[in-house]
C-alpha cells in the first residue's frame, strides 16, 4: 500500500533561492497521506542557495539556473517543468521575479509565501518596515503569483502581535514558524 502513497498526486517544484526552511516543510508535508502534492523538482537562481542540500538529502531533482538572461533561462525552465510533468510550482524564498510570459504559461498555477500581511508591505525588508511603522501586527501570505508583484489573490494569511520588544530578526523567525503552519495548509485549501 505503501508504494501507492505518491501516485495521482500534482507534481510540484518548488523554488528557492536561500535557506529553504519553508521547501522542507513542504517536502515533508508532501510525504504525508493528505498530501495532494509530490515535490518532483527544486529551482534554485544561485548555487549558494542552502536549501539545496534538501535536494540531496530527500533524493529530488535539482537544477540551477542563473536568471542572467530572463528569456532563454525560462525558456530552457519551461522545457524542464514540461519533461518534469510538473503542473504546480510553490515560490519559497525564491528572489528573482518570473515574467509575465511565464506566469501566464502556468496561470493560476503559481503560489508564493510572503512575510506580511499582504496587502501591506510587497516586497523586501516586510519587518523592518513594519517595526518602522509602528504596526501592531504583522504576518504572512500565501497567494497566487500573478503579473503584478505581490499581487495576485490571497489564499490564506496568518496574523500575529508585533511586540514592543521584537526586532526585525525576532519577527522574523516568529513569522517564518508560522509560514511553515500555513504554506501546506494553503495547498490543502487549494485543493481540497
Ligand atoms: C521566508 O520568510 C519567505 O516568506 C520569504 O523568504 C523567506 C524564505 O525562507 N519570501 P526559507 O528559505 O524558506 O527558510
Do not use: W
Not at 505503501?2 to 533561492?17: P, Y
Not at 514540461?82 to 510570459?101: D, E, P, R
Not at 504583522?138 to 514592543?164: A, F, N, P, R
Amino acid at each position: 500500500m505503501a508504494k501507492l502513497i505518491g501516485l495521482n498526486r500534482i507534481k510540484t517544484a518548488v523554488f528557492i533561492s536561500g535557506t529553504g526552511s519553508n521547501l522542507k516543510n513542504l517536502i515533508n508535508f508532501s510525504k504525508t497521506k493528505k498530501s495532494p502534492i509530490s515535490i518532483d523538482l527544486i529551482i534554485s537562481n544561485t548555487i549558494k542557495a542552502k536549501g539545496l542540500k534538501f535536494a540531496n538529502q530527500y533524493q529530488i531533482k535539482k537544477k540551477i539556473f542563473n536568471f542572467k538572461n530572463i528569456k532563454t533561462t525560462e525558456k530552457k525552465l519551461f522545457i524542464l517543468l514540461k519533461k518534469n510533468k510538473i503542473n504546480f510550482i510553490c515560490l519559497a524564498g525564491f528572489m528573482k521575479i518570473l515574467s509575465s510570459k511565464f506566469i501566464k504559461q502556468f496561470n493560476g498555477k503559481i503560489i508564493n509565501i510572503h512575510p506580511s500581511l499582504l496587502p501591506r508591505y510587497k516586497g523586501l525588508n516586510t519587518h523592518s518596515r513594519a517595526i518602522q511603522n509602528k504596526d501592531k501586527f504583522s504576518g504572512c501570505t500565501v497567494h497566487y503569483v500573478t503579473e503584478k508583484l505581490d499581487s495576485g489573490k490571497i489564499i490564506m494569511q496568518k496574523k500575529i502581535k508585533i511586540l514592543k520588544k521584537d526586532t526585525s530578526s525576532s519577527l522574523a523567525r516568529k513569522i517564518l514558524k508560522q509560514e511553515h503552519k500555513i504554506y501546506p495548509k494553503a495547498i490543502l485549501k487549494i485543493f481540497n
